[in-house]
């Protein structure tokens, strides 16, 4: 019974008995009143009646002798006993003839008899109270109608059963494949789809469904990824400094200063490696820490494109600055927004060549300010561009060593920013550059 199905066909059936029985009771409930009503308005009508008549034959005739006939033929015709009395309480006549000649002491319904003109009492007219033919004929007309109302509330149930069974497979056949499939999923299976052609909520559902396992796959695909990324960016510079010291060790190769540069890169390159890691464990857990205040946002850039300028120059990259002669303060983490700056200038002296330009500018955008940088390099392919701040993505991954990146630089940028309650984005063409642009928060002073 704790099925979906079991609980369809129950609800459904509590539904139609529940409202058989409340019409039965207020059907039942308003046709006996109708019915008494009807009752004690006949007998009134009888009753004026018999007067109507039996008064017309005293004033015709002067006397009760000779209305035994007729008071038995009313009795016949209403199917009921009629006394009549007069003026004394003496019955005169009655439609059984058993009581004539004796004094009436029955409290039936009655109707004083008087004379048109003068009002002179002529008698009592007195009817048996048993219910009349009208009533009886009501009273069967009700029954027939509670019996109806049964039969129809059983058939009504039968066909509820039967609608709440083909209801509940339609309803239940999505559910319990979503069943199946969340199951499926809760094993590592991030394959599973449902194909419904479902509306309304279970078509939301379905679509929500899909929708959280392509995110899932697409998760564990990145999460299989970043491991495997991991473990060789880890063990590159490591089995460089593994080679280097067997070198030495076996006289191969002398300690001098060349091998001890060369040493030193591969463990500068190892250390960054571990605190881009750390760094993104932090955000994912979402511990990094910000220490935000008012800063001016025009020497924080100054600052960074002048560490990366070395760089650029050495392959022959122009890095220029374009930034308005005033700039609102910006509620910021100056260091963590530098090092979102310095990944993207990397980035950006990584993929342009000699005699390409990068150009850093900022503007007020309303409560932000936006940061750009542009250079005219090599661009991104369109299929590439939804997944460059991925963790460990590289749209040529034949240049992983020759850039010296970690491939985490444009993730950790992407959490920092939003950290930061701004966004991060990127616009590029294939051969004509790529324009990436972020935004920071305007101090509340300078709003």
Not at 76 to 95: E, F, H, Q
Not at 97 to 102: N, R, T
């Amino acid at each position: 019974m704790h099925n979906l199905r079991s609980q369809l066909i129950v609800f459904f059936v509590l539904v139609i008995v529940v409202s058989t029985a409340i019409i039965y009771f207020f059907v039942n409930r308003g046709m006996g009143s109708e019915i008494r009503e009807f009752d004690q308005h006949s007998q009134q009508i009888e009753l004026a009646r018999m007067e109507s008549l039996l008064t017309r034959y005293y004033v015709q005739e002067g006397e009760w002798g000779g209305v035994q006939p007729v008071v038995e033929n009313v009795g016949t015709l209403y199917g009921k006993r009629i006394v009549v009395a007069d003026s004394s309480g003496l019955v005169v006549a009655d439609s059984q003839g058993e009581i004539s000649g004796e004094y009436f002491q029955l409290d039936w319904p009655n109707r004083a008899l008087s004379a048109p003109e003068s009002d002179r009492a002529l008698g009592t007219v007195y009817v048996s109270p048993e219910a009349s033919l009208g009533f009886a004929l009501a009273q069967r007309l009700a029954g027939s109608t509670r019996l109806v109302l049964l039969w129809g509330g059983l058939l009504a149930s039968a066909v509820a059963i039967v609608l709440a069974f083909v209801l509940s497979r339609r309803v239940s056949a999505p559910v319990l494949a979503l069943t199946m499939a969340t199951r499926r999923l809760g094993k590592g299976d991030f394959s599973q789809r449902i194909s419904l052609q479902a509306r309304g909520e279970l078509g939301e559902l379905t679509r929500a469904f899909n929708s959280m396992a392509g995110e899932l796959e697409r998760a564990e695909k990145l999460r299989q990824n970043m491991v495997a990324d991991t473990a060789h960016e880890l063990r590159t510079p490591l089995s460089n400094i593994r080679g280097y010291i067997e070198a030495i060790q076996d006289g191969m190769v002398k300690a001098d200063a060349a091998t001890i540069r060369s040493l030193d890169e591969e463990v500068n390159l190892l250390s960054r490696l571990v605190d881009d890691l750390q760094e993104l464990a932090l955000a994912d857990a979402g511990e990094l820490k910000l220490v935000c205040q008012a800063e001016d946002v025009g020497v924080l850039v100054s600052q960074t494109v002048a560490t990366e300028q070395a760089k650029a120059a050495a392959k022959g990259v122009l890095v220029s600055v374009r930034l308005p002669k005033r700039l609102p303060a910006v509620n910021i983490d100056a260091r963590r927004i530098s090092q979102v700056l310095r990944n993207i200038l990397e980035n950006a002296v990584a993929h342009t060549a000699q005699g390409d330009t990068i150009t850093v500018s900022a503007g007020k955008r309303g409560d932000w300010v936006e940061i750009s940088v542009v250079d005219t390099g090599e661009g991104i392919p369109a299929e590439h561009l939804p997944n460059v701040f991925e963790r460990f993505y590289r749209a040529d991954r034949s240049r992983a060593r020759a850039t010296g990146g970690s491939g985490l630089g444009l993730t950790i940028a992407k959490y920092i920013v939003e950290a930061h309650g701004g966004s991060i984005e990127v616009k590029s063409d294939p051969g004509e550059g790529s324009r990436f642009t972020f935004t920071v928060p305007v101090a509340d002073s300078a709003s």
